[in-house]
């Protein structure tokens, strides 16, 4: 495995590995970070294994992953690792080893942050992975809300997993509730409350706090995107509706192409008349299927508390998915954070490891 991206995500997600790690061993799994690409803070790659939490201690304290003179490029590292030697490619010999016994797969942990605009440079992360042989989970929702369309086509090709859980609600499982358990559900539309820092902002307005102190708070925890704009002008909700409707409804949207507003200072007034009438002033992503296609939007709205995404405190998030056959399926997230995130990427290494056991299976299984 090699982790693109080292910064808050990155780095929780390497001291997760190292506390579930009885939860790894328990199913054979044995995780080795070969390599560590930063913008910033250098590079380090190593076939034989990186101690991870000590690089990530190390880079809490304000040193380097590596001296910037010998750092290679995200780009480099990937192909490095993706020709190492004794590595097996996906559907490779080695790959077909019995269950239980040594196959192995490269896995690229793309973390680096959003751009909005472009989805990049995480797009180009992910196709190099994909050229590579390399299975990809991001944290990032970019790659999906500009190229899914694209991307999932280009890892089938290559014959390898694409998973992007921790990109919308942090760990909480809704791509995987949709595509492990609604087979043949057809999603009509969604309506939900996806961004933890304007549900803070908005919640702590409603008790008279300033929007600027409020915000702080949120970056201070590092939930907000390191260009907090992006959270407070909804381009991060516009972001993960895009995504969500890529994924879900086939819509090759952008996030330009979500209508869209924000979240200012000069929404406390709305906020506290609202809650004076027992109402709640929510940012709203939705997307619903129309005649021209999916339409998808970013809006302050104003819910009753009887609503499930009126009654959210704090950074709670909330998402409301409307289907055929199972009508408004409504999953929220109480309190979400960087742990929760870190725990979708463990949750996708999981969902690749079964993948690459049972293709091991099938490989046994064929004549
Ligand atoms: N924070 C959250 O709660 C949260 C929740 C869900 C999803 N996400 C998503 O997860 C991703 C990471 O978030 P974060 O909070 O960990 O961001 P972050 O703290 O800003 O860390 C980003 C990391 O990516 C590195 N990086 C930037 N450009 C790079 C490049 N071209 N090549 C290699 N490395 C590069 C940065 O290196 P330098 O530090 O050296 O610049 C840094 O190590 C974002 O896409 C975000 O939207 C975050």
Known sequence: ???????????????????????????????????IATRHHGSLFNGAGLDTVQVAQRVAEG?????????????????????KDGMASPGSERDAAPPGSSAEARVVVETTPLDVQSGEPAISHIRAAF???????????GPVAHAYRALADES?????????????MDGIPIFNLVRETMPGATVLGFRGVVNS???????????????????????????AEADASLDVDGWDTAAKVAAMANV???????????????????????????????????LVGRASRTDAGVHASVRLETLEMSDPLGGLEGQANALEIDTDVLGRVVI?????????TAYALFADLLTIAKSVRSSTVRHEEAP
């Open 332 to 340: 929220t997230q109480r309190d979400g954070g960087l742990e929760k």
């Open 156 to 168: 089938r090709t290559a014959g390898v997993r694409f998973l992007f859980e921790g990109a919308v």
């Open 248 to 282: 879900w409804m086939d819509a090759g949207l952008s996030p330009r192409d979500v209508q869209r507003e924000g979240i200012s200072s000069a929404d406390a007034t709305r906020v506290v008349t609202a809650l004076g009438r027992g109402q709640r002033v929510k």
């Open 1 to 35: 495995m090699v982790l693109i991206g080292f910064g808050h995500v990155g780095r929780r997600f390497a001291h997760l590995l190292g506390e579930l790690k009885p939860e790894l061993e328990a199913r054979g799994i044995e995780p080795v970070v070969m390599g």
């Open 131 to 141: 050229a590579g042989g390399a299975h990809v989970i991001t944290a990032n929702k």
């Open 63 to 83: 040193d380097l992953v590596g001296p910037a003179s010998t750092s290679p490029s995200a780009h480099d590292l990937i192909a490095q690792f993706c020709s």
């Open 197 to 223: 820092t304007t549900n803070h902002i908005l919640t702590a307005m409603e008790h008279g706090d300033a929007f600027d102190a409020a915000l702080a708070r949120m970056q201070a925890l590092g939930i």
